[in-house]
């Protein structure tokens, strides 16, 4: 009898051992990363954006990008109009994670961008979280986050891309792709009193799926010198 | 010519009804810049609801530039009531007085007179619409200042960028010279046949109100109608803020409303050399 049970005792002692193993080394891998973001109290940065949604005509910009813990984030044109989708939080990696206890479970690895990247599942602890589930693909070398995958109570999927450069040792990306879904846009053609010969956005459409995208190229930080209450008003 | 047209432009500018329309443009533009400074933000959220459902915008939205373009949306749809006022009344008005036949006995030609009338219209329309321009444009930027412009169409959004707005006013100020000249060549050409002013000042109305509704109605049944309604073309001032600009549309619809002035222009002198004077 007991030799029929000890095999499979010591699967299972092994299976539990790995799962903590792999829980333990999940939770390791998001101390590091929010650890070394958590240095970032706040920041100002200039970078370009721009933005590319089926159904919007804005020109790249210059924008200034704030940010300040826990998740106080900003984009700002000066002197003009920028949009952002909602509950578009998650663009800026400190705001997604900074002040907020996930519960981190191992998603495996995988390969990306010639990278073998640690996949962390993030769980949000408190109930009323925005963010339901969120997916991190960090390099476990440098503890940078590569990429996320963030679904949202009210606003849907949001995914970003990051990429870093001379800022990387403040977890801070140089590019950040974020992308998100759109939905319908339509105006009644009495309200807006349209031109007949305006070219119809769906002359121009890409095969985007309903999907925008916005990207902003960051030329220069300045990290932990305050950033002032009026902006995030 | 020159002196023929400033008789004209003496009795036009003389009667005080021709300064009804400026007054009412700056009644309607003071009217909409003091409802926009006073309530501006929640006619502005009101408008924005289809793209603020998605997108959170950032920024100052209510600038000069919007209010100038929200006021040339509203008024070029009045402002031809206005351009009918004088441009009906200008051979009408003479037959009505009894004054037509005693013009005319004058040795000046009557395709003569006939243009320096048509001329002193179009002076009368650019000064209405430089009046306009002022009004909306520079009062709105003084009072709100500028910013990116961003205009709500029924299937996209355009933001232009403050700096590459300005050039788009100047042209679409243009293209509502061109528009409101057609009008007025119209009312021109409709006044050729009354006795009174009335006739031709309902008619031209009647006319642009049946068309604008034509040319707005996204009915397939009319939707085959509209490329040949001057109305369609009217508009055609919003093609410049397009991003980029609709050039081939806006430069066709500048053609057929200047073809428009022409015919209108050709078929008052051609009624009119033919026509028996006895008022």
Known sequence: MLHRCLPIFLLFISYMVSNHTSAQSADDLLKKVKSRLEKVKDYAADGNMKMDVDFIRIPDAKVKVYFRQPDQFRVIKENGISLLPKGGLSISLNALLSGKEFVAVSGGTTNAAGRSLSVVKLLPIKENSEIVLATLYIDAASALVYRTVATTRDNGTFETQLSYGKYADQGLPDEVVFLFNTSAYKLPKGITMEYEGSKKPADRKTASNGQGKISIRYERYEINKGVPDSIFK | ?279
Not at chain 2, 170 to 180: T, V
Request: charged share 10%.
């Open chain 2, 1 to 279: 010519m020159w002196k023929l047209i400033s008789i004209e432009l003496y009795k036009i500018f003389r009667r005080p009804r021709t300064y009804i329309s400026f007054v009412a443009i700056g009644a309607i533009v003071v009217l909409i810049l003091l409802a926009f400074y006073a309530d501006g933000e929640n006619y502005m959220a009101f408008g924005m609801q289809a793209l603020t459902q998605t997108f959170d915008v950032q920024g100052s939205l209510l600038n000069g530039y919007l209010i100038c373009f929200v006021i040339l949306q509203t008024l070029l749809i009045h402002v031809p009531l206005l351009i009918t006022l004088i441009a009906g009344d200008q051979v009408a008005g003479e037959a009505n007085m009894g004054t037509l036949r005693l013009l005319l006995t004058k040795p000046v030609s009557r395709s003569r007179l006939l243009l320096a009338k048509f001329l002193a219209t179009i002076v009368y329309t650019l000064a209405l619409l430089v009046w306009m321009a002022f009004l909306s444009l520079a009062v709105s930027i003084l009072v709100f200042g500028t910013g990116d412009l961003l205009i709500l169409k029924s299937e996209e959004v355009v933001v232009l960028s403050g700096n590459d707005v300005l050039w788009r006013y100047a042209g679409a100020f243009a293209f509502a010279a061109i528009a409101m000249s057609t009008v007025a060549a119209l009312a021109f050409f409709l006044s050729i046949f009354a006795e009174n002013s009335i006739g031709p000042i309902v008619s031209t109305m009647s006319v642009i109100i049946v068309f604008t509704i034509l040319s707005s109605l996204d009915i397939p049944v009319f939707n085959a109608l509209k490329p040949y309604l001057f109305t369609t073309h009217i508009i055609g001032w919003k093609g410049l803020f397009d991003d980029p600009v609709a050039w081939v549309p806006v430069c066709k619809s500048a053609v057929i409303l200047l073809v428009h002035i022409i015919v209108f222009l050709l078929a008052s002198v051609f009624v009119f050399n033919k026509k028996d004077i006895l008022s």
